[in-house]
């Protein structure tokens, strides 16, 4: 049978290939390789991208919330921040309440910056949505958030 796999079997080519994960995982892969280009020319690669909209869309967030949003290392996004900082577009500020804890900010440079890359990725995601048509994209976006919703659910089956 095409597509299904018993379990414990090896799965053929094909079964993997029909696989909703390998497609999630190629399509996100596509989706960066596709913005990264014009994301590097202007100066903003994805990474960095990935981090000053998560500064713009939630201000204060301090390193170890950051790696948790975007889905790196802590020592990672010290790197990140660290450049970024180097570059003028993001600050530390001192936390309100946790004198040892540093709120991350974007700076008037870092916005400027991240404006020249919305365009990129605003235009990609309209593209996304006219290729697709407007109630397929919709279904897209609500399905994948309900993939996203589910998984914390998922228990990896005992292999022995």
Do not use: C
């Not at 999630?24 to 892969?29: M, N, P, S, T």
């Not at 948790?68 to 530390?92: H, N, S």
Request: hydrophobic letters at 35%.
């Amino acid at each position: 049978m095409s597509g299904s796999t018993a379990p414990g079997a090896s799965p053929s080519g094909e079964d993997v290939f029909a696989r909703v994960a390998w497609a999630l995982r190629r399509a996100d892969l596509n989706l960066q390789t596709a913005k990264e280009r014009p994301l590097r020319e202007i100066g903003v690669p994805g990474s960095h991208y990935s981090v000053l909209i998560s500064l713009q869309t939630t201000p204060g967030l301090t390193g170890a919330e950051l790696a948790r949003l975007v889905g790196i290392t802590p020592q990672a996004v010290a790197l990140l921040v660290g450049k970024l900082t180097d570059r003028g577009l993001v600050e530390r500020r001192p936390h309100p309440r946790h004198r040892n804890i540093q709120e991350l900010h974007l700076t008037d440079a870092g916005r400027n910056e991240l404006s020249k890359a919305e365009r990129i990725v605003s235009d990609l995601e309209r593209h996304l949505r006219e290729s697709l048509g407007t109630e397929r994209y919709r279904q897209l976006r609500d399905l994948l958030g309900r993939v996203i919703d589910d998984l914390p659910n998922w228990e990896p089956p005992t292999v022995s």
